[in-house]
């Protein structure tokens, strides 16, 4: 079983509505992320939680928002889905020793 | 403004034509630059971490270098199951990783 699990790994929807991408690891990490993939620009991180209790904005937040359920578990909410938040949408975890990030298998939406 | 710069875009290789991808970065306080394979429709692999500059790591076919601007990834000879996007990321600070847009490597058999 994959360290780091992306549900769903695809997802079609219409304009206005409310998606979830759900995440859940197994590292054991504090540290969570949730990453956007647009072809020609790279990962952009949209939120990042240190703990239950800790959660940030990243540099593209505007439009989402994320829940913190428990140490393993990060998801990331669309309120009213725009076509613009078409891409892939990545989870990872980070060991704060190290630093190494380490990625779910992605969730493709599709907005229409 | 931090920026990480990867070269070439994209590089087509004939199966056993060693090569050598460039991650180049303007970065004030890197704490660590790392590399990473992404195969299509999958989330990125961690490859390797660099510390500081002259620092040399190697996994089969792959060696990553680092000095104070620039990171190399070296192939040497590959093979057609190298072909992939190949991503570079530095990380800042407690939480940020600046990432390249990645380098697309086709092998051909």
């Known amino acids: 079983d994959a360290d780091v699990t992306q549900t769903p790994r695809n997802r079609i929807t219409k304009t206005g509505k409310r998606i979830m991408l759900e995440c859940s690891q197994t590292?054991?990490?504090?540290?969570m992320y949730w990453y956007r993939q647009d072809p020609g620009l790279g990962l952009r991180l949209i939120y990042y939680s240190f703990d239950v209790k800790d959660i940030n904005k990243g540099e593209i937040s505007d439009g989402y928002s994320v829940s913190r359920q428990a140490q393993a578990k990060f998801s990331l909410s669309l309120e009213s889905a725009i076509p613009n938040q078409t891409a892939l949408y990545f989870c990872a975890t980070t060991d704060s020793n190290t630093g190494e990030l380490f990625f779910g298998e992605g969730s493709r939406l599709t907005v229409l | 403004e931090d920026q990480v710069t990867q070269s070439p875009e994209a590089l087509r290789l004939q199966e056993g034509e060693s090569s050598s991808l460039n991650c180049s970065y303007t970065?004030?306080?890197?704490?660590?630059l790392f590399w990473y394979r992404q195969d299509p429709g999958k989330g990125p692999e961690f490859l390797f971490t660099?510390?500081?500059a002259g620092e040399e790591k190697e996994k089969e076919r792959l060696k990553a270098t680092l000095t104070k601007k620039e990171s190399f990834l070296h192939i040497t000879a590959p093979k057609p199951e190298d072909s992939a996007t190949y991503l570079c990321?530095?990380?800042?600070?407690?939480?940020?990783?600046?990432f390249g847009t990645g380098t697309r490597l086709k092998v051909l058999a």
């Open positions: 660099l510390y500081s």
């Open positions: 990321a530095v990380g800042k600070g407690t939480y940020k990783y600046i």
């Open positions: 590292k054991g990490h504090d540290r």
């Open positions: 970065v004030s306080g890197l704490r660590g």
